[in-house]
């Protein structure tokens, strides 16, 4: 079946330090994986997706992913954080009938300046 | 419309009271979905619709949930003798056939009282 684990309900970064976001997964199918920034009193938004191809993911607003299928990560980095970026992000797995996503339970970013 | 649009925004209701929340998706969107976010738990996957399939329905909780889909755009999610554990965050989501980038609508925060 498949599912997604973030590590770490809440990650706390000073302005500029480097941001680490953690996410394994399972999946009994070749994965396809995501990753959704949800700001607050806002609908999620897509800040990458992992299909095929490169295993180094880049996306919106500086954030990058890369997957590793050794060890079933998919964790999300932005070098240099910005009070703006303080958000709750999920990461997400394709279900296995391919017609859904599976969500992990967000972690939530603080940026203190 | 240029995005997905959830009304109302806030919804609170008696317990035991019927209610039912609209999405109405981006122009063109085949795929539908309904999720679920409680606090703490992230995303609960709820139900799918796609073109003229039969629905996905294999995430809803209990029998007093239901959805449809008419015309292959405006959904409505209908919950019945709402309970208090019902209180959460109603997300809406539309995407192009096989596409996966989700685009969600602000949602609609049920309060059972």
């Known amino acids: 079946a498949q599912s997604v684990t973030q590590l770490g309900s809440h990650v706390s970064v000073s302005e500029g330090a480097l941001v680490l976001l953690r996410c394994n997964y399972s999946?009994?199918?070749?994965?396809?994986l995501f990753w959704y920034v949800q700001y607050p009193n806002q609908g999620l938004q897509l800040l990458l997706k992992y299909t095929t191809g490169a295993t180094l993911v880049k996306g919106i607003n500086g954030f990058e992913a890369e997957f590793k299928k050794s060890e079933t990560s998919f964790h999300l980095t932005k070098p240099s954080a910005h009070m703006s970026d303080a958000a709750e992000y999920f990461c997400a797995v394709i279900s296995q009938a391919g017609t859904a996503l599976i969500f992990g339970k967000g972690t939530t970013l603080s940026v203190s300046s | 419309g240029a995005g997905v649009s959830q009304s109302p925004s806030n919804k609170v209701t008696e317990k035991g009271k019927d209610v039912e929340l609209r999405c109405d998706p981006i122009?063109?969107?085949?795929?539908l979905y309904w999720y679920r976010q409680s606090l703490g738990q992230g995303l609960e996957f709820l139900i799918y619709?796609?073109?003229?399939?039969?629905?996905?329905k294999s995430g809803l909780p209990s029998d007093r949930f239901s959805a449809e889909r008419t015309g292959g755009s405006v959904s409505t999610l209908t919950i019945q003798r709402t309970q208090q554990e019902d209180s959460a965050v109603y997300l809406c989501a539309s995407s192009l056939e096989g596409s996966y980038g989700y685009t969600f609508g602000s949602g609609t925060r049920l309060t059972v009282v």
């Open positions: 999946s009994s199918v070749p994965p396809y």
């Open positions: 122009s063109g969107h085949t795929a």
């Open positions: 619709f796609q073109g003229n399939s039969a629905p996905d």
